[in-house]
C-alpha cells in the first residue's frame, strides 16, 4: 500500500477531488495548512497565524494500492499544473501496515 500526499492550491481542491472521486478513488482526507514559499506568487500574502508561512494551502491524502499509484498520480497532476510557481507537489510513502479501527482487520481485510 502506498500514501499520497498533495499538497496544492485551494482553489484546485473540487476538481481534483471529483476527479478522483469519477475514477473510484473515493477515501480522501482534505486539510486547510498554510505553508512557506518563495514569495513569488503576486497572490502570495504573510500569515496572521504563523510569522513564518505566506501561502494558503490545501492537503489531500490518499492511502491506496500500489498499483494505483501513476493514476492517481496522473490524475492530480494533470488539474494541478498550470506550469506556475506554486502549482503544488505530491510525496508517494511506503504504507507498511492499515488497521481498520472498527474491526481490527490489518490492510483491509473483509
Same mark, same amino acid.
Given at each position: ?7 496544492? $492550491?485551494?482553489?484546485?481542491?473540487? +476538481? ?5 472521486? %469519477?475514477?473510484?478513488? =473515493? ?42 499509484? =501513476? ?6 497532476? +494533470? ?14 510513502? %511506503?504504507? =507498511? $501496515?492499515?488497521? $481498520? ?7 483491509? =481485510?473483509?
Amino acid at each position: 500500500m502506498k500514501e499520497i500526499k498533495a499538497f496544492i $492550491r485551494p482553489n484546485k481542491v473540487n +476538481e481534483i477531488v471529483h476527479r478522483l472521486i %469519477d475514477n473510484g478513488f =473515493e477515501n480522501i482526507t482534505i486539510s486547510s495548512a498554510e505553508g512557506t514559499g518563495k514569495l513569488q506568487d503576486e497572490n502570495a500574502f504573510v500569515s496572521r497565524k504563523f510569522s513564518v508561512t505566506d501561502s494558503l494551502i490545501a492537503k489531500i491524502e490518499m492511502v491506496i494500492n500500489n498499483n494505483e499509484v =501513476e493514476k492517481v498520480v496522473n490524475i492530480i497532476s +494533470e488539474y494541478l499544473r498550470t506550469l506556475n510557481p506554486g502549482d503544488g507537489i505530491l510525496y508517494v510513502s %511506503d504504507v =507498511e $501496515r492499515a488497521f $481498520r479501527v472498527k474491526t481490527n482487520l490489518e490492510n483491509g =481485510e473483509e
